[in-house]
């Protein structure tokens, strides 16, 4: 399943598209080569398959349906007439499309294009050490380091606000937990204001702190 459908609570595809932005975060500040299944950096989710429409026998059709360009009928795939392509385009696509995304600061698409140019100008993101530091329950924290550049990665998996104290988390490095900045939050909303001593991380939020 994709990221959206698999993580949705309930139904609840609020929550889901921000565990969505989260598991983003996550891939493209841990180690290793990151992978953007097509359709992932917008927010696709599975797409209901009717049974005369079924391509693989194996169950994978839901999550395999074609990109979402824009909101016209094929999604902006396929000019083709009659049941269009190979398989039904996601009833969601006139709003989740790249179209729609592309002009919007707030988008998941802009959140993912911010995330790979903050990596790639990065090189504790892009090779830097790794090392697990203190956080709360529900919090998955770590510090990624390469030369002389600190990033912190901060991510709420839990419903709850979050307060993780900087010193705590950095302890055992040289970083100067009162000079910690945002450089990014998952949350658009999130206020551009000075960090103090103890950070507060919002329900299913990811922060990337500068230390």
Do not use: C
């Amino acid at each position: 399943p994709r990221a959206l459908s698999r993580y949705m609570p309930e139904g609840d595809v609020i929550r889901a598209r921000l565990r969505a932005r989260l598991a983003a975060m996550m891939l493209l500040t841990l180690r290793g080569t990151p992978f953007i299944y097509y359709g992932e950096e917008i927010g696709m989710s599975d797409a209901p398959i009717p049974r005369n429409r079924v391509v693989d026998v194996a169950g994978r059709d839901p999550e395999r349906t074609p990109t979402q360009w824009d909101g016209s009928p094929n999604a902006g795939f396929s000019a083709a007439d009659g049941l269009g392509p190979w398989l039904p385009v996601n009833p969601e696509s006139p709003i989740v499309n790249v179209e729609a995304q592309r002009g919007d600061p707030q988008s998941m698409l802009s959140l993912y294009r911010t995330l790979i140019r903050v990596r790639r100008s990065s090189p504790a993101l892009r090779r830097g050490s790794y090392v697990t530091v203190a956080a709360p329950r529900d919090v998955f924290a770590y510090l990624r380091e390469a030369d002389g550049e600190r990033r912190l990665v901060l991510l709420n998996f839990g419903e709850r606000h979050a307060r993780v104290t900087l010193a705590r988390a950095l302890a055992g490095t040289d970083a100067d937990a009162g000079a910690a900045k945002v450089v990014l939050s998952t949350d658009p909303a999130r206020p551009q204001e000075p960090l103090g001593k103890v950070v507060e991380v919002g329900p299913e939020e990811g922060l990337l702190l500068e230390v």
